[in-house]
């Protein structure tokens, strides 16, 4: 068997690193961090664990900054940060949760991020951004450099960030914080978790009900722990969370769009509100409104493998007949679905649900069907 | 009955002139849950570290490599509806394949079971 690639660059820890060691984990290097792929019950243990109960996830390499400006006024703040991202920020409700993304100029996908605005007392003209790992010192370098005179960029390497995901999660939270129990999908709120300071919002990357909870660092352990207090809940490594959101139909940033995808090639036009696809205004903004009146030439897509073999990400997708039509882009085992699933972009005319195509692993065609996603169903508290 | 390791952490017990060929206790650790396993077709002629079979874990696909060389004679077919027992039980019911060695000589290369246990602490 082949050895995974080991790297000697000094790995940075999260808040929670000694609870992980301590869980026995298994530690791998992600995004420049030390974080747990899998704990000692093992990824498909956690994946069913989650789909069933409720999971509890440490991604506090995740990026936390907020985006404030100084004359207090939510118009300000969220005109700057649109223009950088097509969703509608202007008419966020306060406590009001987004996911967008940060286009390029040709409209290709810079990184994909969370946006909410702030609704605590004393917090007009703040928005809170969550952005990946592995892309926040770029994210925060561009919206640095784009931001308009009275607007400014605080990172909060000081924060821990946690999900709690499952059919239990409500349950679990609502003990201790009963005020998120009505917090409806894409709200948050300031709440006292069990006595420590918390920004929670109802949202997440698995699919399921759930929050991510975001406190100080140095309360992160005892909250940690205090969680996971409750049978209902469990630590959930990376791998989990990967097959997880992959059954969920969500993307991976770096995997299934980047700065060569747009969002609508992605199928991400749910994200941008009808305001900003008429106005505008956006960087790529002439792309996205072609690809919307036009159609794009290529989209992503949901597969389904025929067989029991997984088709990985650089999988290459063809024709019956052996035509490239395109490309895998993640791909694996879906524990819930029972069976491999992927997703990957083709040409639109290969793109409508149950066409047939053929993924080619290890040399050899693997027949599979274009397939709705998500692939198991969405359970968000609405 | 003789159990011989390579240092890719697959085994081949030999019994006759056939040897039995999976992966270790300790590699399936490394793999985690194995949700699919490809093998060769029986009547493949093998050449000492060439790829014999692929297993996948939910996280990625693995190879594995032929311990010596020699002629796949079986192959565990149960491992399609069953691939979950790689991790249970890799020296019994995880089995892989059988393999005709052509030339035991190869096996002297390969680490006794006390050398392959020095070698994962070694490694560890």
């Known amino acids: ?37 899998q704990y000692p019950a093992g990824i498909l243990t956690e994946h069913n664990w989650t789909r069933e109960h409720a999971g509890l996830f440490d991604v506090s390499h995740m990026g936390q900054a907020f985006l404030v400006a100084e004359d207090k006024s939510h118009e300000t703040v969220a005109r700057a940060l649109e223009a950088l991202i097509p969703a509608d920020v202007l008419n966020l409700k306060p406590n009001q949760q987004r ?7 040709d409209g290709g996908i810079l990184d994909d991020l969370m946006v909410t605005r702030v609704g605590a007392p004393g917090h007009e003209g703040w928005l809170y951004l969550v952005v990946n790992a592995s892309m926040k010192d770029a994210d925060y370098a561009h919206i640095q450099a784009h931001l308009p005179q009275g607007v400014s ?21 609502a003990g201790l914080a009963p005020e998120t129990a009505d917090l409806p999908f894409m709200m948050s709120a300031g709440v006292q978790v069990d006595g420590i300071r918390c920004h929670v919002s109802r949202s997440g990357y698995t699919g399921e009900d759930g929050f991510e909870i975001s406190c100080q660092a140095e309360d ?5 722990n205090r969680l996971l207090a409750d049978p209902e809940v469990k630590p959930i490594g990376l ?48 792309r996205v409104q072609r690809e919307i009146k036009e159609g794009a030439a290529r989209v992503r897509v949901g597969i389904r493998p ?26 694996g085992f879906g524990p819930t679905v029972n069976g491999p699933v992927a997703m990957g972009y083709v040409s639109r005319d290969m793109s409508a649900v149950g066409t047939d195509l053929h993924l080619i692993v290890r ?11 998500p692939f198991a169903p969405h359970r968000y508290k609405r | 009955m003789t159990t011989r390791y390579t240092k890719d952490h ?76 790689v991790n249970e039980d890799p020296s019994g019911r995880g089995w892989f394949m059988k393999i005709r060695v052509k030339d035991e000589g190869e096996l002297g290369d390969l680490m006794t079971e006390d050398q392959y246990q020095e070698f994962l602490k070694s490694i560890g």
């Open chain 1, 363 to 373: 040399g050899k065609p693997l027949p599979a069907k274009v397939a709705a996603m």
């Open chain 1, 1 to 37: 068997m082949a050895e995974p690639a080991h790297s000697d660059e000094p790995l940075l820890q999260t808040p929670l690193h000694d609870e992980h060691v301590r869980s026995g984990a298994r530690m791998v290097p992600f995004a420049g961090y030390s974080m747990p792929v």
């Open chain 1, 306 to 331: 025929e067989g029991r073999a997984p088709a990985r990400e650089g999988s290459i997708i063809t024709t019956p007949d052996g035509r490239e039509v395109g490309v895998v882009t993640s791909g």
């Open chain 1, 153 to 173: 960029l605080n990172r909060k390497d000081g924060l821990a960030l946690m999900a709690l995901q499952g059919p239990s999660a409500a349950a679990v939270l």
């Open chain 2, 10 to 85: 697959e085994y081949i017990r030999i019994e006759g002139d056939t040897g039995i060929v999976g992966i270790s206790e300790y590699a399936q650790g490394q793999l985690g849950d194995v949700v699919f396993v490809e093998l060769p077709s029986v009547g493949k002629s093998l050449s000492k570290g060439d790829e014999a079979a692929v297993v996948e874990s939910v996280k990625a696909a693995s190879e594995v490599y032929a311990p010596v060389s020699g002629e796949v004679v079986e192959v565990n077919s149960d491992l399609e509806a069953s691939p979950g027992a």
């Open chain 1, 239 to 286: 791998g989990a969370r990967d097959s997880l959101r992959l059954e969920a139909g969500l993307c991976l940033y770096g995997h299934d769009i980047d700065t060569t995808t747009s969002p609508i090639e992605a199928g991400l036009i749910w994200s941008i509100q009808k305001r900003r696809r008429e106005e505008g205004g956006f960087p790529g903004a002439e």
């Open chain 1, 99 to 105: 996911y967008s993304q940060l286009l390029a100029q």
């Open chain 1, 220 to 224: 992160a352990a005892k909250l940690w």
